[in-house]
């Protein structure tokens, strides 16, 4: 679960045409910066999830393997 990061292509574009950037260069620069933001930003919240889940997921095994381990004493011990 990805966040993208708020950002407004038109506005960066704008900034650009002032500074002197042609507006089709602008634009795409505009667009592939919007890309490059949206396909790879991981919010805290994201990582946070998914150390919960990994903790869950431990902690799942870790009670498995402890009830396997006591049933085979258990059974070693008759």
């Known amino acids: 679960m990805t966040m993208p990061i708020r950002f407004d292509t038109l506005k960066y574009a704008k900034r650009l045409e002032v500074a002197g950037i042609a ?4 634009e795409a ?4 910066l919007s890309d490059a ?6 919010a805290p919240g994201d990582l946070i999830l998914l150390k919960a ?4 997921c431990i902690e799942a095994v ?3 393997l ?3 381990i006591e ?3 258990t059974k070693t011990d008759r």
């Open 62 to 64: 870790k009670q498995e």
């Open 29 to 32: 620069y505009a667009q592939a």
């Open 71 to 73: 049933q085979a004493r």
């Open 53 to 56: 889940d990994v903790t869950y």
């Open 66 to 68: 402890t009830d396997s």
């Open 37 to 42: 933001l949206t396909n790879t930003v991981v």
């Open 23 to 26: 507006p089709s260069h602008a």
